[in-house]
Structures are given as C-alpha cells and as structure tokens.
C-alpha cells in the first residue's frame, strides 16, 4: 500500500469480499483491510463479522444507499486529508448493484485515487458455471420495482440477444420468473443460489418448473436467461406465418403457446393469428 506523504490526498480502496466462503478473500484484501485508515461498509455489523473472524481492528463507517449522499461528504473530506479508506459491501464486489458507484465518482472528479482490490463477483461465477454462452452477456443487475419502467426493461430483454444475467431478492423470484415467462417465452434459464456456500445448486430445468420451485428456494439467487435467438427476433417477421408456426411446432411447443409467441413476434393482436391457424390440428 502506498505510503501517503503530508498535504497528499489519501487513497480509496474497492474491496471485494466473499460471498459466502469466508476462504475466498485475497490476501491483498486482508493486507489492505489491515492497512486502511477506516473501512466503510454497507452493514457495519456484517463487517464487523469479517474483520473479527481476520482478527482485523478497524474504525468503520456506515455507507448504505440510504446514507450514501451525507456519509459520500463526510468520507471525502477524510480522504482529503489523506486518510486511506477501504469500501466494502455486504458480500462481492463493491459498486455492482450494491452502495460504491457515487463515491467513486466523486473521488474521480476530485483527483483522488480509486484503486480495486479484486475478488469475489456473484455474477461472474453464476454465469461461468451456467452453461450458457458466456462470450457475450448483458448484466441487468435487479429489475425496476416501477410497473412501467419494470415492462419497458423487460421489452427491452426481450430482443437482448447476448446472454442475460439478473439478481432477485427470493421473495420476489416466483413474480420475476412469472414476468420473464410473458415477455421472453420458453428458453434456457438457469437459477443460481447460495454461490459458495454449503447449499449452492444450479437449477437448470424449463421456467415453468422453476417457478413452481421457487416458492421454497431460499438465499441470494441470480439468474442466467439464454438471449434471443437472430431467428426469433427481427428475422422472424421475415418468414411467413406458415414458417412462422413451423419453427416453434418442431420445438415442441403446444398451439397456444405458438399463437401468443407468434403474436408477440409480430406485434399484432394474438386473436388474428388464432383466427388463421383455428383449425390446425
């Protein structure tokens, strides 16, 4: 860690912790949470947690989302005067959907030096044992509570055709999975949760069952959605309705779900593609 000298601006330190495994720190992490000045946590009581188990005695500062206007202020003005902090959350990587991104900011456009301390990341490790492409994805992170800007993103997933990774609190899972049923149809989908701890479990089966088990999951979850297919996105208007109800019919889909996702495709009312293929067997 650097040695900061009089009148030098102290140092801000984005400190990754584990997410479950209390193994998965660094030994950069613990070496900068020994050093810091101050340690900034999103639940000083969780922290404490960790720096008792490190055998660490630090000063800490509540930083949380509902809290982070005043205390961005007060941890600035400490930095300024050459305070080295370190900034952790609850679990991961600081600032992904999680209290970190204001102060950084701040810190950037005061010249003040943000350095990562690199370490455990949720959707990183969820996504590299989905079995899902992971050469391109799109991180949504948590969907909006808002009714209208929750349908717009979800619109909006709709056509992502990279891999697509979401967090959900467990209670509000049934209810996402529910909306991403609606909106994105039948593809691969797979839960992940308690990553890193003894009852970590990939759940890869179709949406309808994992909406029917998610009444009983329990702990953080994350999920990873297959993105749209080219030929089920712009191309699909392309083919005639023929073609149309023949791609979903050889994937196995019944005559209700074709009609509504054909529907949905072509963005025309589901009663004029039922009226043509009424009388399809």
């Not at 900034?87 to 991961?92: E, P, R």
């Not at 909306?179 to 039948?186: N, P, Q, S, Y």
Request: aromatic share 4%; hydrophobic share 35%; charged share 30%.
């Amino acid at each position: 860690m650097k040695k900061i000298e009089n009148n030098e601006k102290g140092i801000l330190y984005i400190v990754a912790t584990p997410i479950g495994n209390l193994e998965d720190i660094t030994l950069r992490a613990i070496k900068t949470l020994k050093e810091v000045d101050i340690v900034a946590a999103e639940d000083t009581r969780h922290t404490l947690k960790l720096l008792n188990h490190l055998e660490i005695a630090k000063p800490l500062i509540s930083y949380h989302r509902h809290n982070e206007d005043v205390k961005t202020d007060i941890l600035m003005q400490e930095l300024k005067h050459g305070k080295q902090i370190a900034l952790v959350s609850d679990a991961g990587t600081p600032g992904i959907c999680d209290p970190g991104e204001e102060i950084i900011k701040k810190c950037i456009e005061e010249e003040i030096t943000v350095v990562p301390i690199p370490g455990a990341c949720a959707f990183v490790n969820a996504l590299i044992c989905s079995g899902l492409d992971t050469k391109e994805f799109s991180f949504i992170g948590f969907l909006p509570l808002n009714k209208k800007n929750r349908k717009e993103k979800l619109e909006e997933i709709k056509n992502i055709t990279n891999t697509i990774i979401l967090y959900e609190a467990p209670h509000k899972m049934e209810a996402t999975l529910k909306d991403l049923k609606e909106v994105i149809g039948k593809r691969k989908i797979v839960l992940a949760r308690e990553l890193t701890k003894i009852h970590e479990e990939y759940i890869r089966e179709n949406i309808d069952s994992l909406i029917e088990k998610s009444k009983q999951l329990k702990g953080e979850m994350v999920l990873i959605i297959e993105g749209a297919k080219k030929t089920e996105d712009n191309q699909m208007t392309q083919l005639s309705l023929e073609e149309h109800y023949a791609y979903y019919e050889k994937q196995g889909w019944n005559k209700k779900e074709i009609i509504k996702q054909i529907a949905k495709d072509r963005n025309v009312n589901k009663n004029e593609i039922y009226q043509k293929f009424m009388n399809k067997d």
